[in-house]
T-cell receptor
Framework: EAQVTQNPRYLITVTGKKLTVTCSQN?????MSWYRQDPGLGLRQIYY???????DKGDVPEGYKVSRKEKRNFPLILESPSPNQTSLYFC??????????FGEGSRLTVL | AQSVTQLGSHVSVSEGALVLLRCNYS??????LFWYVQYPNQGLQLLLK??????LVKGINGFEAEFKKSETSFHLTKPSAHMSDAAEYFC?????????????FGKGTHLIIQP
């Protein structure tokens, strides 16, 4: 089954404790992206990757890091999480010119 | 730069009534337009998209949208609402032809279906 898998789905952590949200897709997509969703703000892009070892900033990259060492994986790293990073995060992937497929989301709470 | 405005953060309709969710866009190039739906506790899934050609686009679950260049609009409609349509709907615009790089989302409209 074609899918984008995110883990963890739910996480509560404390300020400053490094965490990683993993994202994996099994569709051999070149393009992958991370979004955060906040009430009243819609989806905002954090980082995206056009292929292995190629990443670029989206609209709200501050406080986040990403890497793309393998085509299927695109982890989102929060080196020192802060409460303003409490949000619902989505990973997505697509072929060039194709439909964007989303994961089911990761709800992060930073205390 | 491209942008999307969805009129109404919440829209409430009765079951069986017409659903109309409004979306206006701005784009410096011919746009590619999308509607996504998000059911509770799920990711987004594509409802329909306009790339080129016919301006009336049909999607899944009985939804359709019409691209009106003169009005810079891409409103989503469904003739008869069903309880299962309750969800968050996002309009999005791209200038790059697809779901990859350059997709800008609106802030979303929460559709409420009254029994």
């Amino acid at each position: 089954e074609a899918q984008v898998t995110q883990n963890p789905r739910y996480l509560i952590t404390v300020t400053g404790k490094k965490l990683t949200v993993t994202c994996s897709q099994n569709m051999n997509h070149e393009y992958m992206s991370w979004y955060r969703q906040d009430p009243g703000l819609g989806l905002r892009q954090i980082y995206y990757s056009m292929n292995v070892e190629v990443t670029d900033k989206g609209d709200v990259p501050e406080g986040y890091k990403v890497s793309r060492k393998e085509k299927r994986n695109f982890p989102l790293i929060l080196e020192s999480p802060s409460p303003n990073q409490t949000s619902l995060y989505f990973c997505a992937s697509s072929l060039w010119g194709g439909e964007l497929f989303f994961g089911e989301g990761s709800r992060l709470t930073v205390l | 730069a491209q942008s999307v405005t969805q009129l109404g953060s919440h829209v409430s309709v009765s079951e069986g009534a017409l659903v109309l969710l409004r979306c206006n866009y701005s784009s410096s190039v011919p746009p590619y337009l999308f509607w996504y739906v998000q059911y509770p506790n799920q990711g987004l899934q594509l409802l329909l998209k306009y790339t080129t050609g016919a301006t009336l686009v049909k999607g899944i679950n009985g939804f359709e949208a019409e691209f009106k260049k003169s009005e810079t609009s891409f409103h989503l409609t469904k003739p008869s609402a069903h309880m299962s349509d309750a969800a968050e709907y996002f309009c999005a615009v791209s200038d790059s032809g697809g779901g990859a790089d350059g997709l800008t989302f609106g802030k979303g409209t929460h559709l409420i279906i009254q029994p």
